[in-house]
């Protein structure tokens, strides 16, 4: 779903993307010696992260990111980037597939990365509906279907929002 965000977010807002930059996908955010003492780890994996902004979106995905350990995991790693000054939004499928959400996302990151996103702009002609649909159901394509499936992924159409299965 990461790469869905990533076309959502950075297609221009003719082809129905938000126009906001790329970002490095599963970036490894280095820690340095002086501030291995207070973080966990020797780095961290981010799943879209813009350094410019030190800003980086993290997937929760319905599978991975459930149950007691898993849950202080993830805020544990979230404590540990926000020391370094990061600052991470999570993202789930469910925010994804609601296109307010991810309106919400986009202006998010927009004002992080210092841009002015122009909310009026982006569907006047159906275009982001259309690309939205395209990306998000995979009856409508088999390269979004491949794509899915090879992250072990369904659509917003799909049993995936009752949590029987992830994306």
Not at 10 to 28: D, Q
Not at 46 to 62: G, M, Q, R, T, V
Not at 80 to 91: F, K, N
Not at 127 to 145: A, F, G, M, P
Request: with cysteine; charged share 30%; proline share 3%.
């Amino acid at each position: 779903m990461e790469t869905v965000t990533v076309v959502l977010l950075c297609l221009p807002v003719k082809l129905g993307g938000y126009g906001l930059p790329f970002p490095l996908m599963n970036a490894a955010v280095t820690i340095s010696a002086k501030d291995r003492a207070f973080v966990k780890k020797s780095y961290y994996e981010c799943d879209l992260y813009w350094p410019e902004a030190k800003f980086a979106i993290e997937y929760d995905s319905n599978l991975h990111h459930t149950g007691a350990t898993r849950i202080a995991e993830d805020a544990s790693r979230r404590t540990d980037l926000a020391y370094l000054g990061i600052e991470v939004a999570t993202l789930t499928q469910q925010q994804v597939c609601d296109l307010r959400e991810m309106d919400r996302v986009a202006r998010l990151l927009a004002k992080r990365l210092g841009r002015r996103l122009r909310m009026e702009r982006l569907n006047p002609s159906g275009v982001q509906d259309s690309l939205r649909n395209l990306l998000l159901d995979t009856r409508y394509t088999n390269i979004t279907k491949r794509i899915m499936d090879k992250n072990g992924a369904g659509g917003c159409e799909n049993d995936d929002l009752r949590g029987e299965s992830d994306l």
